[in-house]
Structure formats: C-alpha cells, structure tokens
C-alpha cells in the first residue's frame, strides 16, 4: 500500500534534523514494518479531527475541512493564528453563474467527514459537500453546482500531508464557469520572513503590515512600500505576488522557511496533470501574506476564454492533486544562509521523490489510477520544413496529451488531464503515468514556428504502451524567408526589454537579465523611448534584441488617456515576383487588443488582415512575458509590394488603459513558393 521507498528517504532526512523527534523518525533499518508506537492517530477534539504521527499534528474544522492548524519543529501553529479558522488552510474555487451575476469566492465547506483507510502507517481521511439540485434550485446558481469531496493523507514517518480533492457534476445540475480553484495555506507572519520559488528567486520578503502601508500602484497588487513605518530594507521597492509567478511545468516546489527555529514549509506539485491549460500557463506560487498555494485552474496570464466552463446540465468529474505539503527543519546556526541552503536543497530532493513516486500507489481514490492502470505513448519528432536542410530532430520539443481538438487547443483546454513531456536531443519522447482516456498529442517545438498535432487520437487504456514511429511536424511555410523577427518560442523574452525604474524595484531581479521582465512598470518606458513617434524597425539596420519594444502597449496622451499604436516594418526588395507572399505573425499575449496588418498604406480600408477584438490575459500588468499564443498566415499579394522599399504597419488599433496591447512572438515575410 505505502510508498516504501519514500518513507525511507524522508526517514534519511529526519534523522539529521534537529527539531525533530530522533525517535519517532523511522530509521533506515526497519524496512518500513509498521510500529505501533508511532501509528498515525485521528483524534477526535471539540469541532475539530487531529491528524498525529508523532512529528507533525494536523488539525482541521470539522465537518468544514478547513486545516487551522499544523504543529510541527516547535511551532504550535505554523499557520497564521491571527486569521480566523477559515482562512488559514482551505481549497477554494472562484465561481460564476451563466448568466454571470454571481462571482463568488466559495471555500467548499465540508458538510461530512468520513475516515477512508486507517492503518497504522496511514490514515486518509474526507471531507465531502454535497449539491442538491432540489434544495437549491432557484437559488440563481449562487451554490456551486458540484460534489467536492477533500481528502487528505498522513503517513507514519512523513513530516508533512498529501492533499487532493475529487471534484464531481452530475447530469441536470445548473452550469456556470469555475474560474478558480486553489489550495492555499496562510503562514504564521511572526516566522516564516523568507520565501523560495526558485534556485535564483528568493528572498526576505515584505510582511502583510509593509505591504499594507504602502501604496497601490496602477492595480491594487503592485504596491510601492514608500512608509517610513515600513520595514527599512524595504524602503522603496515595489512587491507584486505576480513577480512571483512561473509557468505551471517549473512549478514543483516553493515555500516558506522559518528562521527561529528553523523551518520550511512546501508546496510541491509532483505532476502538472490536473493543472489546467497545459505546461507554459503561468500561475501564482508563494506571495507576501506570507502565502503559499498549488493553483490548479485561474484565469491569470490566460484570460476569462480559459476555465472550466459547464453548459446547463453537463456531468464531469477531475481529480486535483495530490500535492505533498511538506515540512522540514535544520539545526539551528548564526548563518542564516546555511539554514536557507539546507532547507531548501532538502526541499528539492524531497520534491524529486516525489515526482519519482508518481503516480502515488496509495491513494484510495478509484478516481486515481495507480501506475499499473496508466498507460504510456513514445517516439520520435521530426520537422519538415521544405527551406530547412534535411529533415531535422525536434529536440527540447514540449509533446503532449490532452483532450481531442484543433491544433494548439491544449493551451485553452481546462477539464482533462494534461501529459507533457520534452523531447531529448534526438527528438525521442517518452509520455509515462497518463490516464486511461482519449487523446489528442500535441507538440511544440522551440525555434519554429506553430503548432504541432498528430492527425490519429490516442486512446490509452490500463497498461497501454503505444509506440509511435517517427511522426513528423510540417510548419507552417509556403515560401523561402525574406526576413524575420524573433525567434519563434510562444514569448517575447527576446525582445527589448527595458530597465525598471529605480524607484519601482524589486531588488531581487536588480542585475538579472533573465528575470528583468518581472519588474513593474516596464510598460511605461514605451513613451519615454519613443516619445513622438512610434516604433519604426529597420530590417537591415535594426536588430529585434535592441530596437523590438517587449510589448505593443498603448501611448499615453495625457489627461490619463492611452490610444492604440502603429508599429512599422521597413525592408527593402530586390525585385518582385508576382504571386502570393505570406506574413507568418505570431503572437506571445494579447489583452483587450486589435491588430491590423497594412501593407505600404497606412491608412488601406479596409486593412489587409484584423485579428478582431482578442485576448484578456493580462501578461503585460502581470509582467509574464508571454501569455496565450496567437499565430496566423497571412496573404500578402504581390502587387501590395515595391521593388525597393517596402513597410508593413502594424496596427494596435484599441486603447484606454495603459495595460492593454500585444506581445509579439515572432514575425516572418516568405516570398511566394518556389518551384519544386
Ligand atoms: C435534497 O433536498 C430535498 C429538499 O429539501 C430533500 O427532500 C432531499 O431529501 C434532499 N436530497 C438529498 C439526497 O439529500
Ligand atoms: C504610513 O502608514 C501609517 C500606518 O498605516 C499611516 O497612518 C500613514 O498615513 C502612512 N504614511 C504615508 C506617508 O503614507
């Protein structure tokens, strides 16, 4: 039943932890033979059930199912005792009604709490709420037309919880979209002051209380902590939870770390595949609070058109999770670097067990599948692009399961389960661990352009080894490439991105290049470079590193007004051949913009190409420097073209906020096709 192997390892970990109790911790030579002494217990307290294996006691709401406390290394409560019980350690899901009157915040109280297995070394337990479409019909869709059954898993020897919740709609039940759906824990602010969300992106961070003095900048989440009651080392930075964020497949491990006594809470995600929208949808991890959650599905960097969304009536059922909240400590020492490092690294190697042990082959949950009832597709990518030599690997391709659609459709895609995985260097990939269900597999390769997608559905079944032969991705083409702009990646990473203001900092990305995008306010530089005129980029002069602006955003003209803007490609030709050019233009975000192609006339009506009012993922507020992706081929007849010079306008033609606009992901001019 339990995952043996783990357990040892984390016994391994505890030994030589200071704050736990040496001798509850399993050690290394009892091979994982159940001891009574330290059997996980349920205790049943006033209003509450205590989960306890000795090293760690959890405390949840019952029958609500809420944790309000966690006691563990010497804290009694390492969440935030000051908040009221329901608002420390909760699943919760924002949801809206069809009609979209409603849009509530809902924390999915429990209405029955069950034990599903208790064994000594394991207990799992369940919190469940029950819809009943007679008792709240008529209620205007206020109730969450769902079955929600939270469970949660201690383990003998483990210091920390597995989590997961089994999400349910039955036949006839209202619809309505659910836009978000979380679990999130609440720290004790008093201790845990550093946060980790990456190797290179950690650091002390702001409490509730500086953040709340400070003042809201252009959204009410970037603020500037300008108060002289404010912590002094915070003095003039911005803090922003979406400088936080990070795209769902880099998401592990991020948490908190305690520096008296020394102690780290984790979030780890071994597997992205209840997480909605595939790999690169970006979400929030850990954030001033302090903060730590496993986002599941939100609407962020993707806008309202993604999110689980159910017609009047329709059934369903997912599982989310589980995640492994994990908790570890470290003698104490007068180097807090040290304590960081240790507690950090062990965070990492506990969440690469983690991802190791998936699937888990302890949860009681039919609706998990165990390894033996998953099945597995491999082969090998190729490219075949007529003006590349040769036939190519795609290597480091990202190549993918998810349910059957359009090409790309993945990244929209909110009530399936998603597999991804990337290809190696000769373009071979293996998909492990993938649920039994129909599929689609889907690819996409860095360095070209479009989206890949095998034309015959996968249908995996318990144990299905699927191998395909080499399957090979034809990219959009139709001509040799005149000139190009970017380099096709679905980001505008490699475009110019400015220098933050000074005075509109975080000082943990002062220096990097890598993460120079996260700063606030970048947007604004856009009139200060180009203060009368907008961008004009010179193919042979130019280069897109330097003169590209990151984001097409809007002008501002004053009186807090902000009007679209025209964008120009100037390049010269040779000589024109008559037929059909293509202007392959493809998109990194768009948020509440319009793109109008012209071609050597700015004022052409109607234009040569609209993308039509598109996009509200919001990347350019929430410094992701990609959001959804966008790409069209687009005709360009040969009498719109000059021998000599040439310029394509591109239009953004919507305005009235300063954070509205697109990215560009890259942009390629092809002649009209060649004679074979
Ligand atoms: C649902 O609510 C109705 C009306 O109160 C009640 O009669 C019925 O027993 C409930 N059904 C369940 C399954 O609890
Ligand atoms: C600083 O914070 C305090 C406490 O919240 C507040 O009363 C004061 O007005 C703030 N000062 C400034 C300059 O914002």
């Known amino acids: 039943m339990r995952n043996l192997k783990a357990l040892l390892l984390t016994g391994i970990v505890l030994c030589c932890s200071s704050f736990v109790d040496g001798t509850a911790a399993r050690s290394p030579g009892s091979h994982g033979l159940p001891s009574q002494e330290n059997a996980v217990e349920i205790k049943m307290v006033k209003n509450g059930v205590v989960l306890d294996n000795k090293l760690v006691q959890i405390t949840f709401s019952n029958p609500g199912g809420d944790v309000i406390a966690i006691s563990y290394g010497g804290i009694d409560n390492l969440l935030e005792i000051n908040n009221v019980e329901g608002n420390r350690g909760y699943w919760d899901v ?8 409603v849009h509530t915040q809902n924390k999915l109280p429990g209405t029955q709490f069950k034990v599903i297995t208790q064994s000594p070394d394991q207990v799992e337990i369940s919190f469940i709420t029950t819809y009943n479409a007679s008792l709240h019909r008529g209620d205007n869709g206020v109730t969450v037309p769902m079955n929600i059954d939270k469970r949660y898993i201690l383990q003998q020897g483990r210091t920390g919880f597995y989590t997961y919740a089994i999400f349910e709609r039955l036949q006839g039940w209202p ?8 679990v999130a824990f609440k720290l004790l602010g008093a201790k845990f002051r550093y946060m980790a969300v990456s190797d290179t992106r950690q650091r002390f961070m702001p409490t509730a209380q500086d953040r709340a003095r400070g003042k809201p900048l252009a959204y009410k989440e970037a603020v500037l902590m300008n108060n002289e ?14 400088q936080y964020s990070a795209e769902d497949k880099d998401i592990k491990v991020h948490g908190w770390i305690s520096m008296a006594p020394p102690v780290g809470f984790w979030m780890i995600t071994p597997s992205d595949e209840s997480r909605i929208a595939g790999p690169f949808k970006q979400d929030l991890t850990s954030h001033v609070g302090p903060t730590s959650m496993t986002v599941f599905s939100c609407s962020h960097y993707v806008g309202k058109e993604v999110g689980l969304k159910f017609q009047e009536g329709e059934a369903w059922k997912k599982v989310f999770g589980p995640v492994f909240v994990y908790l570890n400590s470290a003698a104490p020492s007068s180097h807090s670097s040290s304590m960081i490092r240790t507690l950090w690294n062990n965070a990492k190697d506990q969440m690469l067990e983690e991802v190791k042990s998936w699937p888990y082959n302890f949860i009681s949950s039919q609706d998990y599948p165990s390894s033996n009832q998953r099945g597995s597709v491999s082969g090998q990518l190729l490219v075949n692009d007529p003006y590349i030599p040769g036939i190519p690997v795609a290597s480091s391709a990202y190549v993918g399961l998810a349910a059957p659609g359009e090409v790309g459709s993945w990244q929209r895609e909110s009530k399936g389960y998603q597999f991804w995985t990337q290809t190696d260097a000769k373009g071979n990939f293996f998909i492990e661990h993938v649920r039994p269900g129909h599929y689609n597999l889907y690819a996409s390769v860095p360095g070209i352009v479009g989206d890949y997608k095998y034309e015959v559905d996968i249908i995996i079944k318990p144990g299905s080894k699927i191998e ?3 399957i090979t991705y034809k990219p959009p083409r139709i001509g040799p490439t005149l000139w190009e702009i970017g380099i096709p990646d679905r980001s505008a990473a490699e475009f110019y991105i400015p220098d933050p203001y000074p005075t509109l900092m975080n000082k943990l990305y002062k220096g990097s290049e890598l993460d120079k995008f996260r700063q606030y306010g970048l947007w604004s530089r856009y009139y200060e470079l180009y203060p009368h005129k907008d961008l004009i980029y010179n193919v042979g002069a130019n280069n897109y590193g330097d003169d590209w602006f990151y984001a097409q955003v809007t002008r501002s003209v004053g009186n807090n007004k902000y009007v679209g803007t025209t964008w120009q490609i100037q390049f010269e030709l040779n000589a024109v051949n008559p037929g059909i050019y293509t202007l392959q233009l493809a998109l990194a975000s768009a948020t509440y913009a319009e793109l109008e192609v012209r071609v050597n006339n700015a004022n052409a009506k109607p234009p040569l190409f609209s993308t039509g009012l598109i996009g509200d993922d919001n990347a350019i507020a929430r410094h992701g420097i990609h959001g959804l992706y966008w ?16 310029t394509i306008y591109l239009t953004q033609t919507r305005g009235g906020t300063p954070l509205q606009g697109v990215m560009y992901d890259y942009i390629r001019l092809e002649g009209p096709a060649e004679k074979p």
Request: glycine residues 8%.
């Open 94 to 101: 924002v949801w809206d009604n069809v009609a979209e009157t």
């Open 175 to 182: 619809g309505g979209r659910m836009e978000t759906l979380r």
């Open 229 to 242: 009651t404010s912590s002094p080392e915070f003095s003039g930075e911005v803090d922003d939870k979406y």
């Open 468 to 470: 395909l032969a080499s």
């Open 631 to 646: 790409f069209w081929s687009i005709k360009v007849p040969s009498t719109l073209l000059h021998k000599g010079s040439n």
